[in-house]
């Protein structure tokens, strides 16, 4: 998975906590992505950095919020976790910064929330 | 805006025989296309993507793809199937006028792919 580590792999968790993802990169690619998979909808962009403290809003990005302080580790932060929430999440990685370079993978994160 | 169909669920196909899963998209200029392969409880990989020039795109596995402007499509083709195609297999485009390489890719629903040995 291209040098990609996501933790945790899994997490239930109850409505109302804050639920923090992780996602480690060893490639020292400056674009970080955090995607949502749900079936029906493939996948959507939560949230994206293009540098470390750089980072934007992505497709659905309501009920998330996100932080990148050193350029191998990019957080997703759920403040206060709601049953829609429950969902595949996955970190992006990609290198360059031109529109055509592919986006690399991570194993992904099941979460659920209660 | 820019955006995937991926007009089939599911695609079955017999071992040894071509397959193609298919994949049109809406983007304001010339199109950046991906293909992307998953496994079950696995990451995303990339296949192959479209960026210019020869409209038949050769990736990995054994696959293509076949950029054709006019009907705004990009389908995924092997020509002999095997059983350990079986996956999910995501058409993904970016408008090359978006932000560089910092927004995300636009990901069609996915199609299930199951090859019947």
């Known amino acids: 998975d291209a040098g990609i580590t996501q933790s945790p792999r899994h997490k239930v968790t109850e409505t109302g906590t804050p639920v923090t993802l992780r996602c480690h990169q060893t490639e020292n690619h400056r674009y970080m992505y955090w995607y949502r998979q749900d079936p029906g909808h493939g996948l959507r962009l939560i949230h994206y950095s293009y540098g470390v403290k750089d980072t934007d809003k992505g497709e659905v990005s309501d009920g998330y919020s996100v932080s990148r302080s050193k350029t191998e580790d990019f957080l997703l932060t759920l403040e206060s976790a709601t049953s829609s929430q429950t969902s595949v999440y996955f970190c992006?990685?990609?290198?360059?910064?031109?529109?055509?370079?592919?986006?690399?993978f991570g194993p992904g994160t099941r979460l659920t929330v209660l | 805006a820019q955006s995937v169909a991926q007009p089939e669920d599911q695609v079955n196909v017999a071992e040894g025989n071509p397959l193609t899963v298919k994949c049109t998209y809406s983007v304001s200029g010339n199109p950046y296309l991906f293909w992307y392969v998953q496994y079950p409880n696995r990451g995303l990989q990339f296949l192959l993507k479209y960026i210019t020039g020869d409209n038949l795109v050769k990736g990995s596995y054994g696959f293509e793809a076949e950029f054709n402007k006019s009907q705004t499509s990009f389908h995924l083709k092997k020509p002999s199937a095997l059983v350990s195609d079986s996956a999910l297999y995501f058409c993904a485009v970016r408008d090359p006028y978006s932000g560089g390489g910092a927004d995300g890719l636009t990901f069609g629903k996915g199609t299930h792919l199951i090859i019947q040995p």
């Open positions: 992006a990685i990609s290198d360059g910064d031109r529109s055509y370079n592919e986006q690399f």
